[in-house]
């Protein structure tokens, strides 16, 4: 418990909020592609998945790393757009909005989803959630003037 806590308070700080995003996802990835698909480094704190979305702009996949909370039912996952605090919305919430249709590395499966904007109180239920499972979501968002982005991705058929 005491090493969640120093992680906790660790990564709710500007040093790791500047560190972390060139860091944390680049081993992710190698390590991630090493095991085939069975590990992901920061999945040992938090749950996570590998996103492969559509770019925005390219129309190319991109694979991102990214921390998520699985809900109850097993077949969808929430993705919190912090950013790790810093101004801009991230490039992966950018890929959702413009093609919601993607696919997640979850627990060595690749699973196909469709992603959703959560907005007003199913975006407020879900930011409550959000925090009570990850509490630095709390400092990231007083770092930044805009509303955090929350998507609910669901496993489609």
Not at 17 to 39: E, F, N, Q, S
Not at 77 to 84: A, P, T
Request: charged share 20%; net charge positive; proline share 8%.
């Amino acid at each position: 418990m005491i090493g969640v806590r120093m992680v906790q308070k660790v990564s709710s700080t500007r040093g790791f909020a500047k560190v972390a995003p060139h860091v944390i996802p680049a081993l992710d990835r190698t390590v991630h592609r090493l095991t085939r698909g069975k590990v992901l480094l920061s999945a040992q704190m938090l749950p996570g998945v590998i996103l492969t979305s559509t770019g925005a702009r390219s129309g190319l996949p991109r694979r991102t790393p990214l921390a998520c909370m699985p809900e109850e039912d097993g077949r969808s996952w929430l993705l919190v757009g912090s950013n790790f605090g810093r101004p801009g919305h991230p490039a992966w919430t950018h890929n959702l909005l413009a093609h919601p249709d993607a696919s997640i590395s979850w627990q060595g499966r690749d699973i196909p989803v469709a992603a959703r904007l959560l907005t007003g109180e199913e975006r407020a239920a879900a930011w409550r959630s959000a925090v009570a499972f990850w509490p630095p979501y709390v400092a990231y968002q007083e770092r930044v003037t805009r509303e955090i982005r929350l998507f609910r991705l669901t496993a489609t058929p």
